[in-house]
Structure formats: structure tokens, C-alpha cells
């Protein structure tokens, strides 16, 4: 196997599904169709994959055009193929190359993916993830302005991130 540096390591890659994390957090899983030299990423039938807890939705997205700087992580995403072998995931981290995590097999401490029942997660319609979601968010910023108030009481006062000059 001959080295190819930076994105064109992923050409080997094309019409494989992959797990993509974006810098904004969301997951995205699909199968990549296309890579350029600034790892500008074109995904076919794209899921957006929300977890909250233990529970998680997928939300169809078509055809997902992803700009390069704002990939985190491209990992591959391998099932159980016909013959017998187990579900790896090979991740690539842009300009650093790729690795791979092997077979995720029950006895190097991994659960077989195959088994959905014993996956701890628990599959969801997208309007109840997306419900868990709008709470957990909400949980999120009251616990956060409780943080600021608690702070402007004691004399202190954190920027907000909207009002600091971003260059």
C-alpha cells in the first residue's frame, strides 16, 4: 500500500458510508461521494444523527455538502460483511492521516455491533429526539444563567461570546 499524503489518502474511501463529525457537533453519516484537496466532503444519503442520553434519532438529509475546515473527524464505518467479519471504524483526521481502531470484537472489551438489542442506545422517532433535544437545551441555559447570575452577584461578569470580536 503506497502512502498519498493529506486528502488524497481518502480517495480509496469514495462510496464507503462514513461517520463524519462537524465543529459545530453534529453527526452526519453517509456515503461519501466526493473529496477535493481542501477535504470539501460531498455525502449520499446523508442522516443527521442526534443523541441525547441513552436515546437517539436519525434525520434524513439527503445529498450533504460539507466544507473542509469544518470537519472534525471521518471515520468509516464497516459492517458485518457476508463473510463474517465484524464491524470496524477507520478514522481520518484531516492533514494528520488515518488510523484504524480495528474490529470492535467483545473480547478486546468492544460490544458486537451486530446485536442491536445490546447497543445501549435506544432508537427514537426524530420528533421525540428532536422534543429531548429542545429540553435538554433549555436545561443547558437556565443552568447557564443561573452560573451568571451567581457570578454578577459575587462582582464578576464572564464576555459573552456574541459580543467578543472574532478574527
Avoid: W
Wanted: aromatic letters at 4%; charged letters at 30%; hydrophobic letters at 35%.
Amino acid at each position: 500500500m503506497n502512502y498519498m499524503p493529506g486528502t488524497a489518502s481518502l480517495i480509496e474511501d469514495i462510496d464507503k458510508k462514513h461517520l463524519v463529525l462537524l465543529r459545530d457537533g453534529r453527526t452526519l453519516i453517509g456515503f461519501l461521494r466526493s473529496i477535493d484537496q481542501f477535504a470539501n466532503l460531498v455525502l449520499h444519503q446523508t442522516v443527521e444523527r442526534i443523541h441525547v442520553g441513552k436515546k437517539y434519532g436519525d434525520i434524513p438529509r439527503g445529498i450533504f455538502v460539507v466544507r473542509g475546515e469544518n470537519v472534525v473527524l471521518l471515520g468509516e464505518i464497516a459492517g458485518r460483511g457476508k463473510n463474517g467479519c465484524r464491524r470496524s471504524l477507520s478514522v481520518n483526521f484531516p492533514r494528520m492521516g488515518s488510523t484504524s481502531l480495528g474490529s470492535l470484537a467483545p473480547s478486546q472489551g468492544g460490544e458486537d455491533l451486530e446485536k442491536e438489542s445490546d447497543t445501549p442506545l435506544q432508537q427514537v422517532s426524530i420528533e421525540e429526539i428532536l422534543e429531548e433535544q429542545r429540553a435538554e437545551q433549555q436545561t443547558k441555559l437556565e443552568a447557564e444563567k443561573l452560573k451568571v447570575q451567581a457570578l454578577q452577584d459575587r462582582g464578576l461578569s464572564i464576555p459573552r461570546a456574541d459580543t467578543l470580536d472574532e478574527y
